[in-house]
């Protein structure tokens, strides 16, 4: 059984920065690659970053490019978003998953793992 808890989301002004991470509890050889999405208000759940399980490859929403940073520490089992310049456009709740195939998707269907998420809130 997998499962991923994340945590970091809040309020913050525009311009700022959150670091969001995702702990995860699997048995070995049940999960690979993780990703973040993210869902705002009646608008659908959107690809934020990717990486592959050793960290090598990783991939990007085009809106978050040079200012999202995602990352892994296999040793502690968490994944992180490191989020900086935040907009008000960033709001949304983010969710953190997980896939038992070591790819690098902005599908959310190739992921099987899901957590509850986080809200993160951007005021102008």
């Known amino acids: 059984q997998v499962q991923l808890v994340e945590s970091g989301g809040g309020l913050v002004q525009s311009g700022d920065s959150l670091r969001l991470s995702c702990a995860a509890s699997?048995?070995?050889?049940?999960?690979?690659?993780m990703g973040w999405f993210r869902q705002a208000p009646g608008k659908e759940r959107e690809f934020v970053a990717a990486i592959s399980w050793d960290g090598g490859t990783t991939d990007y929403a085009d809106s978050v490019k040079g200012r999202f940073t995602i990352s892994r520490d296999n040793a502690k089992n968490t994944a992180y978003l490191q989020m900086n310049s935040l907009k008000p456009e960033d709001t949304a709740v983010y969710y953190c998953?997980?896939?038992?195939?070591?790819?690098?998707?902005?599908?959310?269907?190739?992921?099987?793992?899901w957590g509850q998420g986080t809200q993160v809130t951007v005021s102008s």
């Open positions: 699997y048995r070995a050889g049940s999960m690979y690659s």
């Open positions: 998953a997980g896939s038992r195939w070591d790819l690098v998707s902005a599908i959310p269907t190739l992921y099987e793992y």
